[in-house]
């Protein structure tokens, strides 16, 4: 069932549609069927969730208002999932590209260091013998 809007079938053996043929086709015996389209926030239908009845049945309105409700629910799970998914995807590559920076500039202070200990220890035994020189 890819349609736009929930689609009932109160007596199956009644309703003659090539939808109906098709649905009971599938399911040996059935005598009732309703089903609500699962589309994503983008409009893509996934396909439906349905309910099937070896007797004919008639949906009530909080009925058929709860198969629809059920219907959003479950998208609205899937798409929150997805979206959780997609974060937890991001979080992982900033903090690989965040341990990568912090590595580098942990290399370039320890390099930086090196380079100014060098000229800095050369700087204090001048000091050091200057101030030897003039005691």
Same mark, same amino acid.
């Given at each position: ?7 009932? *079938? ?8 090539? #939808?109906?043929?098709? !649905?009971?086709?599938? *399911? ?12 994503? *926030? ?9 309910? $099937?009845?070896?007797?004919p049945q008639i949906l009530n309105e909080k009925e058929f208002a709860s #198969?629809?409700? #059920?219907?959003? !629910?479950?998208?609205?799970? #899937?798409?929150?999932? !997805?979206?959780?998914?997609?974060? !937890?995807?991001?979080? $992982? ?5 965040t341990r990568k920076i912090s590595l580098e500039q942990?290399? $370039? $202070? ?26």
């Amino acid at each position: 069932m890819l349609r736009d809007a929930p689609y009932i *079938v109160a007596n199956t053996k009644i309703d003659t549609s090539q #939808l109906t043929k098709t !649905l009971a086709a599938g *399911v040996k015996g059935m005598g009732f069927y309703a089903g609500a389209p699962l589309i994503t *926030v983008g409009g893509f239908n996934l396909g439906s969730l349905w309910i $099937i009845d070896r007797k004919p049945q008639i949906l009530n309105e909080k009925e058929f208002a709860s #198969l629809r409700d #059920l219907a959003y !629910l479950i998208m609205d799970r #899937l798409e929150s999932s !997805l979206n959780l998914s997609r974060i !937890l995807t991001q979080i $992982i590559r900033n903090k690989d590209a965040t341990r990568k920076i912090s590595l580098e500039q942990s290399e $370039i $202070i320890s390099s930086m260091g090196h380079e100014l200990r060098t000229p800095l220890n050369t700087i204090c035994r001048r000091a050091v013998a200057q101030h030897a020189q003039h005691a």
